[in-house]
């Protein structure tokens, strides 16, 4: 079995590395960073299934990253912290960590608690498709199905349709689509509106008129489920949109 890996965010170099070696000791996987600058960038490029992040980061807000990682791929948090009163660690966990561990601990006990983060992580079972009705998601084969009908998309297109659908009807600004469905770097908003315009082109009824990826002024775009669900019926009596066989 793979091992699991772990981030960890924290400003103390030597407490970093502590953990890390101890970590690796235990026959996980583990990267580290020094900052929230940095922190971004590996969660990008490892996609750890636990991250532990100190909440006294130097550069930046932890409970706030705490928010963005929930936006990601939602791993799962452990808080560490020197500060130990009760609403420090309400306010950590309400910021989004699974786990609030106070300093001065036991190498034993933070362990222990990682190896507990990770058993749930074991026992979840990740989904294979996402179901709207008449569209499917398939993530094990990267498909989609609308109305029972293959819809070809290119690997960049099933990846902003994902994660507009993930955002659950939150919508996106475009900065935030090119950070979490692009595997590099780019800064051209221009390139979500172009993908997006070819979306609706193969799942829209009417391009023109779109209902399933709606623009929200002044903020981006968001995934609209209820139309799928509330208009099935009328679906049904709607030809389909012409399908464009695309690949690559």
């Not at 609403?87 to 609030?100: P, S, T």
């Amino acid at each position: 079995m793979e091992s699991v890996g772990i981030q960890i965010i924290e400003g103390n170099p030597h407490l970093r590395s502590l953990l890390g070696w101890h970590l690796q000791q235990a026959g996980y996987r583990v990267y580290q960073a020094a900052s929230l600058y940095q922190a971004r960038e590996v969660f990008d490029l490892r996609q750890p299934t636990l991250v532990i992040i100190d909440s006294e980061i130097p550069d930046g807000d932890a409970a706030e990253f705490c928010g963005w990682l929930l936006r990601q791929q939602q791993p799962y948090i452990m808080m560490l912290s020197a500060h130990n009163t009760e609403a420090d660690i309400v306010a950590g966990l309400k910021a989004g960590a699974d786990d609030y561990l106070t300093k001065p601990f036991g190498m034993q006990e933070f362990l222990a608690r990682v190896e507990a983060l990770v058993r749930r992580n074991r026992m979840a079972i990740p989904p294979a498709y996402l179901d709207y009705g008449d569209l499917k998601i398939d993530l094990v084969q990267r498909r989609v199905r609308f109305k029972e009908d293959s819809i070809d998309l290119t690997p960049q297109e099933f990846s902003l349709l994902y994660v507009l659908a993930q955002a659950g009807g939150q919508p996106l600004s475009r900065s935030e689509l090119l950070h979490r469905a692009w595997p590099d770097e780019i800064d051209n908003p221009r390139t979500i509106d172009t993908h997006v315009l070819s979306l609706r082109k193969k799942l829209e009824i009417d391009p023109r008129q779109p209902s399933l990826i709606q623009t929200v002024r002044n903020v981006g775009y968001r995934f609209n489920p209820e139309f799928l669900r509330g208009y099935g019926s009328e679906l049904d009596e709607t030809p389909l949109p012409q399908k464009h066989h695309n690949y690559g």
